[in-house]
């Protein structure tokens, strides 16, 4: 790696997300609507430079803004190990990280990150084998991993990891984001959920996603705001803008706490984010649009 190398690591949505049943395994089966925005943190990788401590420059140095989470946790830090037990050819980099995303807010940012470190190294070594080597050792590092390394408006199966039909239609589409000032813990809200659904839309999701989207649903919702009120107040705030016409979807994006609005044009979206601004000063909001 002669030169640097930034990659972008894209926030994602759950335009639903469905809760099929509890497994024998523990974990859920889920259905759910990933799609990626053109806001997100971004990866600077440059080579190694000689450090005092030596192990730690064979294996690469991270530069992360959160003190609070300690590196050997770091789904950048982990993925980077991974991939580089896959290829030992691949250079231990510096990575830099401009972060942009919060935490708990249920954007993907830590899987984001991790499969940015995936592309890095699919840059590197593009050769279909080592792509599909790659992608298998980081994939059980989070749920969102296998669509975080797709990339693509498409409903996903399984516990996240298997992938279903791709969604055309949505790409452009205005989005406003709103996050309270707490998040939500994930296992939490699981362990909050009544019963799961076994039920979805009956779709196949074959029809234009304005046709069937206001069918679905996010079954974490309920249960995310018993732990957070704040996400009903935030929820409350964006439907005033389906109400209006302006915007035609109001949801949570998974365990929370981030929620969402799609609107029809940009300009009814950024006169909402100068609203929310002024009324919610303390809590996050940005305006984007899905890739």
Not at 140 to 147: C, E, F, I, V
Request: glycine share 8%; hydrophobic share 45%.
């Amino acid at each position: 790696m002669s030169v640097p190398v930034t990659v972008f690591a894209p926030a994602k949505l759950n335009l639903f997300l469905h809760v099929l049943g509890r497994r024998v395994d523990g974990y859920h089966d889920l259905e759910s609507l990933f799609v990626f925005l053109d806001i997100g943190d971004h990866l600077h990788f440059e080579a190694s430079s000689p450090v005092a401590d030596s192990s730690r420059s064979a294996e690469g140095v991270l530069h992360f803004p959160d003190p609070d989470i300690p590196q050997q946790q770091n789904l950048i830090w982990q993925a980077l190990q991974r991939v580089r037990v896959v290829e030992p050819r691949l250079p231990a980099p510096v990575i830099r990280v401009d972060k942009s995303l919060p935490l708990q807010a249920g954007l993907g940012g830590g899987s984001a990150d991790a499969a940015a470190v995936v592309h890095w190294a699919e840059s590197l070594f593009p050769s279909p084998d080592h792509r599909a080597d790659f992608r298998t050792a980081v994939a059980d590092l989070g749920a969102d991993l296998p669509p975080a390394m797709d990339g693509r408006a498409r409903i996903w199966r399984g516990t996240g990891d298997v992938p279903g039909r791709l969604i055309p239609g949505l790409s452009g589409t205005p989005v406003l984001l709103l996050k309270p000032d707490s998040g939500v813990s994930t296992a939490a809200c699981f362990q909050q959920l009544n019963a799961p659904s076994a039920t979805t839309t009956g779709s196949d999701y074959a029809a234009p996603p304005p046709e069937w989207l206001g069918k679905t649903r996010n079954d974490l919702e309920a249960s995310a705001r018993a732990l957070n009120p704040m996400i009903g107040e935030a929820l409350t705030a964006l439907s005033v803008h389906v109400e209006t016409d302006d915007a035609w979807l109001v949801r949570m994006t998974g365990s929370g706490s981030t929620c969402f609005a799609l609107f029809h044009e940009k300009g009814p979206r950024d006169a909402a984010l100068n609203s929310v601004q002024q009324r919610f000063p303390d809590w996050w909001s940005a305006a984007a649009e899905i890739l």
